[in-house]
C-alpha cells in the first residue's frame, strides 16, 4: 500500500481521537447536568419545527433526544465526533489489513453503527429505569399531596428524594415550576423527553387538576397500580415470548456474521459473489428477506399494551 494513504488513514484517526478526548475532557469538566441542560434547551424548538423541518433536522432532533435520555455526559458535536472516530479506526484498520474499499466502507459504516447502538442501548435502559421507578414516585407524590403539601411542593419532594434518572427529570420539573413556567408546559416539556403513555398519562392527569381540581392523590394511588399491572403484564409476554425474540436475535446476527467471515477469511468467495450477476441477486434478495422477516416477527411479537 502507498505511503500516503498510510499517513492519511493515520492522520484521520488521530485527528478524530485527539478531538474526541478534548470535547470530552471539557464536557466532564464541564458537568453533566451543564451539558445535558444545553441538548435540553433545544428539544423544544425542534420539537415545535418536527413537521417542517427536513431530513437532517429530525435526525438532529432525534439524535440530540437520543443523546439526552442515554445519560451521557458529552453534548451532540463530541457524540458525533465520536461515532466518526469509531468510523474512522475500524474502516482505516481493515484498509490496512486488506486494502479493499468494499470491506473499507462496509467496516467503517459498522464502526459508526455500533456506537450509535451503544448509544441507543444506554438510552432504552435509562428510559426503562425511569418507568420502573415511576410508580414509586407516583405513591410518593400522592402521599406528600395527602399531607398537605401544594403539588408544586410534592413535584419537589419527589426530585430530592428518588434517584436517577427520574429524580433528575422532577428536579428539573420542580425547578421550571419555581421559575414560573407553567404546569402544563413543565409537563409538555417531561413528555417530550420521555414520549411514554404513563408519563402522558401522568401530564393531563395533573394538569386536569389544576385546572378543575379533584382527588388527586387517589387519582395517583390508582394511576401508580395501573402502572404496576401493565408492567407485570409485560414482563409475563417478554417469558412467553422469550423462544421468538432469541430465534429473531439470533437469525438477525446469523446473517451478517456468516458474511463477515467469508469477506475476510475467504475473500475469494466474497469477490465472486459479488462480481457475478446471479450472486449479486441471490445476496440483495437474502438481504431483503432477511429484513422483511425480522420486521415482521418484531411486529407480531410487539405488544402496544
Avoid at 499517513?7 to 453533566?32: E, H, K, Q, T, Y
Avoid at 443523546?67 to 484498520?93: E, K, Q, R
Avoid at 412467553?240 to 446476527?253: D, E, S, Y
Amino acid at each position: 500500500m502507498e505511503a500516503h494513504l498510510i499517513s492519511l488513514v493515520s492522520f484521520a484517526g488521530i485527528a478524530s481521537a485527539c478531538g474526541a478526548v478534548m470535547l470530552g475532557a471539557r464536557d466532564l469538566l464541564r458537568g453533566r447536568e451543564a451539558v445535558q441542560a444545553e441538548v435540553l434547551r433545544r428539544l423544544p424548538r425542534r420539537s415545535r419545527e418536527g413537521e417542517q423541518a427536513s431530513l437532517t433536522g429530525r435526525f438532529d432532533h432525534w439524535f440530540e433526544r437520543t443523546l439526552y435520555l442515554s445519560g451521557w455526559p458529552i453534548n451532540a458535536l463530541t457524540a458525533m465526533l465520536l461515532h466518526v472516530f469509531a468510523a474512522v479506526v475500524l474502516g482505516g484498520s481493515v484498509f490496512v489489513l486488506t486494502e479493499n474499499l468494499l470491506l473499507t466502507a462496509i467496516a467503517a459504516v459498522g464502526g459508526f453503527v455500533a456506537v450509535m447502538l451503544w448509544m441507543i442501548a444506554c438510552q432504552r435502559r435509562r428510559v426503562a429505569k425511569f418507568s420502573e421507578q415511576l410508580p414509586g414516585a407516583l405513591d410518593l407524590l400522592a402521599r406528600a399531596v395527602r399531607a398537605g403539601e401544594s403539588l408544586d411542593q410534592a413535584i419537589d419532594l419527589v426530585g430530592r428524594s428518588s434517584h436517577d434518572p427520574l429524580a433528575t427529570e422532577f428536579r428539573r420539573c420542580s425547578g421550571q415550576l419555581q421559575m414560573g413556567l407553567s404546569l402544563a408546559s413543565t409537563l409538555e416539556g417531561l413528555t417530550e423527553r420521555f414520549d411514554l403513555i404513563d408519563v402522558r398519562i401522568l401530564a393531563n392527569t395533573l394538569a386536569t387538576h389544576r385546572d378543575i381540581g379533584g382527588n388527586l392523590a387517589e387519582t395517583l394511588e390508582r394511576l401508580a397500580e395501573v402502572i404496576r399491572d401493565r408492567r407485570a403484564f409485560r414482563r409475563q409476554l417478554k417469558s412467553v415470548t422469550g423462544a421468538g425474540r432469541f430465534t429473531a436475535l439470533f437469525i438477525a446476527t446469523l446473517g451478517p456474521l456468516l458474511f463477515g467471515y467469508l469477506f475476510i477469511f475467504q475473500p475469494e468467495y466474497g469477490r465472486k459473489l459479488i462480481e457475478d450477476p446471479l450472486g449479486r441477486t441471490l445476496l440483495t434478495y437474502a438481504v431483503i428477506s432477511q429484513v422483511v422477516g425480522l420486521f415482521w416477527v418484531m411486529r407480531l411479537l410487539k405488544s402496544d399494551y
